[in-house]
């Protein structure tokens, strides 16, 4: 009895987690029996394979990873057919090399529309209870592969009808990955499986290999220099405090995992003052853009810095980049490691400068501390040390394609 109690639980969840959209033909309750028992078929395989010193990230009871949905989802995640025109993907914004960020100021979809804010990595996306820069309502990584895929201000990917599902239904390698994902290919390719897939592929995206693992969680006390030794503690200490927005293991004061209480903030950092923010358009002004409260303008969330060294420009708007003489893509010899470290070197100087006058800045975080030039190049060469090759190079995250 208590089984059939269950299944009708899950199942009535699963129903009740289907939001139709406009274009989108509503499932047969067949169809949808056939998907419910294959997601209640494919849970509890999934091995979190995790490094020293990771928590067990919080997943989704309605999506519990599984090798196949992941596997799926990293085919769909580099599968152009998800976009309008056919011509990008998820994938054509988050570069693996890159830890799956783009390395532009601003990303611009299948129209060229730009987008009002850069491309954040996915390192860990796993941990973050608050998605993207300045949305608190973005909770989840199945509802916010909405708003690439079918988002109108900006077009992303610019879906705007149902016939990717016939087109992906078309090909037989999706014939046998959603099969082998949810148990029958022709009822289970739909829109919610789509996201559902593409979340369990991002949650597997975990970074945690650096030199700064290797130092701090493996024992491997030859893995930092003396420089950036140096620059962790000072990173850590009450001098530049960098610590209080990019703390704990993934580097950031948003984190959300097994046994521990949900925590998200949106600070501003000084990188713009008042009259900025009264000249830009309403979305470009943070978490303002979303409450209406005028004291939450330019506040944005504090990413990890976990692969930092790969992840510039930085900042929402890319304030800080490197010079042209140090970017590898205008001048030649140069590597990604002489951009970071260029550009870095401008954030730590932002930083010990205090940033500029901003009303909603906390003034007892963002304020003027006074280093050498020689401690803020520890610094740098310390963030440079959180920069996980492995993550960067891993087949299993590479596009299959």
Not at 25 to 41: F, P
Request: aromatic share 12%; proline share 5%; net charge negative.
């Amino acid at each position: 009895m208590k089984f059939r109690i269950y299944i009708f639980s899950c199942i009535f969840s699963f129903f009740s987690s289907c939001i139709l959209i406009p274009f989108q033909e509503k499932e047969s309750n067949n169809d949808l029996l056939l998907a419910a028992i294959g997601i209640l078929a494919n849970r509890s395989d999934w091995v979190w394979d995790l490094p020293p010193g990771f928590p067990v990230p919080v997943v989704p009871s309605e999506n519990p990873m599984t090798k196949a949905k992941v596997e799926l989802g990293r085919h769909l995640f580099n599968e152009k057919i998800l976009s309008g025109n056919e011509t990008m993907s998820c994938g054509s914004c988050h570069f693996q090399s890159l830890a799956f960020s783009d390395g532009k100021e601003f990303p611009s979809g299948i129209t060229s529309e730009v987008h009002p804010r850069n491309s954040q990595h996915l390192s860990n996306v796993a941990y973050l209870p608050r998605l993207t820069w300045n949305n608190p309502r973005m909770t989840s990584l199945e509802v916010q592969a909405r708003v690439p895929m079918f988002g109108e201000n900006p077009v992303e990917l610019g879906l705007s009808s149902s016939s990717f599902i016939d087109k992906l239904k078309a090909k037989s390698i999706y014939q046998t990955l959603f099969t082998n994902a949810y148990g029958n290919a022709d009822a289970a390719v739909n829109e919610q499986n789509i996201r559902f897939a593409l979340a369990s592929f991002q949650r597997s995206l975990i970074s945690g290999n650096s030199r700064f693992d290797q130092y701090t969680y493996r024992n491997n006390k030859s893995a930092l220099t003396a420089s950036e030794i140096r620059g962790m503690n000072l990173f850590n200490g009450e001098v530049a405090e960098c610590f209080h927005c990019h703390g704990g293991f993934n580097f950031t004061d948003t984190s959300f995992h097994g046994g521990s209480k949900e925590e998200f903030f949106y600070h501003s950092n000084g990188i713009h003052d008042d009259a900025y923010y009264a000249g830009v358009p309403s979305d470009k002004r943070g978490l303002f853009d979303l409450t209406g409260i005028p004291s939450d303008t330019g506040k944005f969330r504090a990413p990890s810095l976990r692969n930092i060294g790969v992840t510039f420009p930085y900042m929402h708007d890319g304030s800080f980049m490197c010079d042209d003489a140090n970017n590898p893509n205008i001048t030649l010899g140069k590597t990604k490691t002489d951009c970071a470290r260029d550009a870095l070197t401008k954030v730590v100087d932002h930083y010990r400068s205090g940033g500029l006058n901003h009303s909603a800045k906390d003034s007892t975080l963002i304020r003027a501390f006074f280093i050498e030039d020689s401690e803020r190049d520890d610094m740098v060469n310390f963030l440079l040390s959180l920069t996980d090759e492995e993550f960067l190079t891993n087949p299993k995250f590479a596009s299959p394609f």
